[in-house]
């Protein structure tokens, strides 16, 4: 495999930022994958790390160089975040389990697999289209659909932060499968939180892709919409990845064609608990920290995705 790939997380206008975003690839699989915490729920950003290393450590274990049924193991695999969220909840008897969104794409054999809930998004772009999203699983969006609202009013309208599926709490999410979608030299693919999307058009979107090289576009994607967004802008982040070469981001290109069949390179935006909860003491960052690390390593220990 031969893509460039990059990934950045802010804060925004938040006091915390409950974002998480990692990517994780083997000689012939990558999985990239992003969380949003619920703000309006207990611990959000707990629920977004939890989330993300549930879906990184499977892979880790089942990407032998690559995962034998993508659609089931997205699909399980979520469902095993949800639960991990539910149980770090009942054992912390909190009244109300914390909650996040998810998106997460595989790629391997040149096509690309992916899976969402709540309304995190994913781009497919390919020369100047988008030729593939995900369908935002939100009150506006089922407005849109109905023909109520017009699709700029989708970034204004009062009620764009509520969403109807997320992990986490007593309904069990559903999961939003795509089709297996086959990958061409100098596709890209971009995932991102509603703190970026919300701020840029789609033709933005495009244009900045077309200008710039990966590492410098996602940059300059989060740059416009924290710009926009403000002092009362939501936290942002995005993970950008261009299928094949391409001499505009050779620098920045990774292979996987020398590594060897059973090793895995993972790369994770940490949750930084000192930044995020500046009142917590070290003792109670530390105990935070192990608390998600002995959630996954439960579930990977016990939850086999075939």
């Known amino acids: 495999m031969r893509f460039s790939i990059y990934q950045a997380s802010r804060q925004g206008g938040r006091k915390y930022n409950q974002d ?41 274990n089942q990407a032998k160089p690559k995962i034998g049924n993508p659609f089931m193991f997205l699909s399980e695999a979520i469902q095993s975040a949800h639960m991990a969220v539910n149980e770090y909840a009942a054992e912390h008897e909190l009244l109300d389990a914390p ?12 096509h690309a697999y992916w899976a969402h809930v709540g309304d995190s998004r994913l781009y497919h772009i390919r020369g100047t289209e988008i030729i593939g999203r995900t369908r935002d699983h939100s009150r506006v969006q089922q407005l849109y659909e109905d023909g109520k609202i ?15 599926n997320c992990l986490g709490g007593y309904v069990t999410p559903e999961v939003d499968v795509s089709r297996k979608v086959p990958l061409q030299e100098g596709d890209s693919i971009l995932i991102c939180t509603d ?43 995005a993970v950008g990845m261009t ?47 192990a608390e998600i690390q002995e959630a996954i390593q439960r579930y990977t220990r016990n939850k086999t995705v075939k």
């Open 150 to 164: 017009t699709e700029q009013q989708l970034a204004t309208h009062p009620e764009r932060n509520k969403i109807y």
């Open 20 to 60: 998480r975003v990692a990517y994780s690839y083997s000689k012939e699989a990558l999985l990239m994958v992003l969380a949003d915490g619920m703000g309006g729920h207990l611990h959000g950003e707990v629920a977004a790390q939890v989330t993300v290393q549930m879906l990184t450590s499977l892979f880790q």
């Open 243 to 289: 299928w094949g070469g391409s001499r505009r981001v050779a620098k920045e290109e990774t292979a996987t064609a020398t590594m060897p069949m059973d090793q895995v390179t993972t790369l994770m935006d940490n949750a930084d608990f000192s930044k995020d909860k500046a009142d917590l003491s070290d003792n109670e960052i530390e105990q935070a920290i």
């Open 99 to 110: 909650r996040t969104t998810i998106v997460a794409c595989l790629v391997q054999d040149d």
């Open 195 to 237: 703190g970026l999307w919300s701020m840029m058009t789609p033709n933005e979107i495009i244009s900045i892709f077309q200008a710039y090289p990966l590492q410098q576009a996602v940059l300059e994607l989060l740059d416009h919409a924290e710009f926009r967004g403000g002092e009362d802008g939501d936290n942002l982040s």
